[in-house]
Nanobody, 115 residues
Framework: QVQLVESGGDLVQPGGSLRISCAASGSIFSIYTKAWYRQGPGKQREFVAEITRGGSTNVANSVKGRFTISIDNAKNTMHLQMNSLKPEDTAVYYC?????????WGQGTQVTVSS
């Protein structure tokens, strides 16, 4: 089992920056891909960014050049640094850990971009 807890969501003005985090505990050794997804109001959940066990990253075109995914292995924490935020980035952000047999989700953290 893996437990995921997101934090750091907030209200931020357009053009601003925010870093959200996902603290993981449990059988993390079984995980091979860690990712962020988001779900905006009235929208389907969508992929944002991912990082593999080998350190390769992949970022959605909509956030490329603005968002950066990173891992702090010592603290079992995943971060998403978000810069140049836009109102369309408003969403609940979820962390997602994928293993060979199971996929785990956190409860989400709200990010609102508004003036």
């Amino acid at each position: 089992q893996v437990q995921l807890v997101e934090s750091g969501g907030d209200l931020v003005q357009p053009g601003g920056s925010l870093r959200i985090s996902c603290a993981a505990s449990g059988s993390i050794f079984s995980i091979y891909t860690k990712a962020w997804y988001r779900q905006g109001p009235g929208k389907q959940r969508e992929f944002v960014a991912e990082i593999t066990r080998g350190g390769s990253t992949n970022v959605a075109n909509s956030v490329k050049g603005r968002f950066t995914i990173s891992i702090d292995n010592a603290k079992n924490t995943m971060h998403l640094q978000m810069n140049s935020l836009k109102p369309e980035d408003t969403a609940v952000y979820y962390c997602n850990f994928r293993g060979a047999l199971r996929t785990y989700w956190g409860q989400g953290t709200q990010v609102t971009v508004s003036s």
